[in-house]
């Protein structure tokens, strides 16, 4: 008979007490669990709901706009962008950059950052609806992109300082706040004295409800399985410009949802990047 070691008795203790005193993430995941017969109840409500008129004509509109503010057009002509790096180079090259420098990246490299990871890039027919449905270079759960993307931007070339909207419909951005927003920087994130430098502030939130109505609580986790879709999206195409790019998971849920006017509930912040030149010379994680 083998002899139980003190690690695995340990273990144990420590599974018995979650057990009894199960944190958030574990009642969390055991309610948004499907097995067989929630698969086939899910079925069933997601089978009604593809009927329903409402969500059928929301399901062609997943996106924000904001018609009253001031809109910048963005580029579609990529023509001056140099990128010399095969797909191979790039997957092989992605890394996290810790270290910017405060130099201006161009308004066609944000153009084609915006355009590449979330923008409309085809469309499919739909029967049911008569109309085109809109895709994106990115999986969606139902293909309902619940997300949306804010750009704090502090220094990219012929663009005014300030917070800005990406309008996926129209590829534009809406302005929000004019000037520098560099003042705001310690209650949006932990890491502020890293995205003084960076070029661009950028905010991904979910908007709940373009999921829920279809898939309940399940639904919560194809947002976050949404964003990390759109997180890749973002380190490859700044990799294939030689930009660098940070994914920060530290940064403060209650002060970004109220910094972009959102409440949090039915659309709130799920991921924070900062994007700009790397410091090639300064940071050790470059290979």
Known sequence: MSQITEVEILSKKVEETLLKNPGMYEVFHENTKLNSLKEKMLGKNIMGVLTEKNFLEASHMPYKTYTSNKRIPLEKNFYNLIINKNFTEVLL????VRKFINKPISFNQLSYLLYMSYGINDFLSSKQTNSLQELRTVPSAGGLYPLE???????????????YHYNVKLHCLELLKEGSQEACLPSLTSYSDIAK??????????VFPRLSYKYGDRSYRFAHLDAGHLGQNIYLTNTAMKLGTLAVGGFFDDEINEY?????VSEGVVYEFFIGHKDEE???RIK
Not at 93 to 96: E, H
Not at 197 to 206: E, K
Not at 260 to 264: D, Q, S
């Open 149 to 163: 993307i804010y750009l704090l931007i502090n220094n990219v070339e012929y663009l005014e300082q300030g917070l």
């Open 197 to 206: 430098n960076a070029s661009i502030l950028m905010f991904v939130t979910a």
């Open 93 to 96: 090259d992605r890394r996290s």
């Open 260 to 264: 972009l006017n959102i409440n949090g």
């Open 282 to 284: 300064n940071d050790y």
